[in-house]
């Protein structure tokens, strides 16, 4: 099941980005360290009694200005909304209840999501001073004390989030039907391909640099089997999203992410490798999801012989930190293998929830650490009492040593290389979680 989405609203200087970065703070995710990708987020990931969400953090909503901040705010908030499974409003103890905040209040009404109140700068500990009980008037129910500098209050907090998320069904069971959401770069034709799929102009396509808004699902059957194409916003950098509606585009753009088997990334044939495709493709790596290079608009690169295997070469140094991604030249103007496409997501989706038995496991650990003697320092030699997997998608292997930090970088590179030999697992990352014997978890 996709994780939750929260979104933080309210006027400016209520506290919104401190109470985002107190959360994100407390309960931040696992990233990999992964060389050469940095990940501009504009959301956080949280946990809370075991329940995993996407915190969202938004910009200040000021009505009270001209018609065109008026409606850029409608617009802002209204997006938000509609992003969300449950929005925290944030309000301010000191200065009290605003024409500002009975507005927006109204506004949160409207949209039927379920809102959680939060009054914010409550920092004195104990009973809530008179002042506290004039947000009742908001009509948004019981609001909620916290302190955002000091972290007073965030656990009742995100007690009445977690309450209002819909139920947890666990994994999605959808059968034999492989999502893949496909990311890239403005203008490298991800709604052209999704169209040439579909056979219908399905997405609006267009020169223009944002034109697609929406993830929008795509389902399509054919003799390779089910599949549902997600094409996404473009992902810009950072500094080049202006406007608030792009901002949400983006977030939806990793929600699908979130929501994928495999993500199909597009680069444009014509131009090549960029910076950014970097880091798009690093939002993928690190939710785990099986990936494909896809290299569009082949059609209009000038070719010879050996045109695609000097690509491919560069390719792969490029993508130098994923060196388990598959790379698929076509052209979704002339259809040119397109097809191929879905054999080879059928394929990394297969890998990426591939489950190897602890027996197997074992006897691969068994020769590489004969082939490979485990590292030494100061006279202590690593030892790798024994490995399983843990889950999947992606695959994810527990190994039990005597001393985590003698199991150096490398050596877990080694085993993982030995591991992909044998089972090849081509277009998934593999994750390595290391524990030292008697530890409970780590």
Known sequence: MAKPVVAIVGRPNVGKSTLFNKLIGRRVSIVDDTPGVTRDRVYGECEWKNRRFLLVDT????????????????????????AADVIVFVTDLRTGVVATDAEIAAML????????????????????????????????????????VHGHGTGDLLDCVTDRFPPDEGEEDDGEVVKIAVIGKPNVGKSSLVNRIAGENRCIVSDIAGTTRD???????????????????????????????ERYSVLRAQMAIERADVCAILIDGEVGFTEQDSKIAGLAHEAGKGCIVVVNKWDAVEKDGRTMQEYRKKLEKDFSFMPYVPFLFLSAKTGQRVDRLFDLAKHVANM????????MLNDI??????????PTDKGRRLKI??????????????????????FHFSYQRYLENQIRATFGLEGTPVRMI?????????
């Open 352 to 359: 990426n929830a591939m489950r190897i038995p602890t027996g």
């Open 59 to 82: 910009g200040g909503i000021e009505p009270d200005s001209n018609d065109v901040i008026l409606s850029q705010m409608r617009a802002q908030a209204q997006l938000a909304m509609d």
């Open 215 to 245: 993830a929008i699902d795509t389902e399509v059957e054919n003799e390779y089997g089910k599949f549902v194409l997600i094409d996404t916003a473009g992902l810009r950098r950072k500094n080049k999203v202006e406007d608030a509606i």
């Open 109 to 148: 009404l409207k949209s039927g999501r379920p809102v959680v109140l939060c009054v914010n700068k409550c920092d004195a500990i104990g009973e809530p001073p008179a002042e506290f009980y004039e947000f009742y008037n908001l009509g948004l129910g019981d609001p909620v004390q916290v302190s955002s």
């Open 385 to 406: 009492f024994y490995m399983t997997q843990a889950s999947v998608k992606p695959p994810t292997f527990v190994c039990f040593v005597n001393s985590a930090e003698l």
């Open 434 to 442: 290391v524990r030292e014997r008697g530890e409970k978890g780590k």
């Open 365 to 374: 650990l068994a020769q590489a650490t004969a082939r490979v003697q485990p």
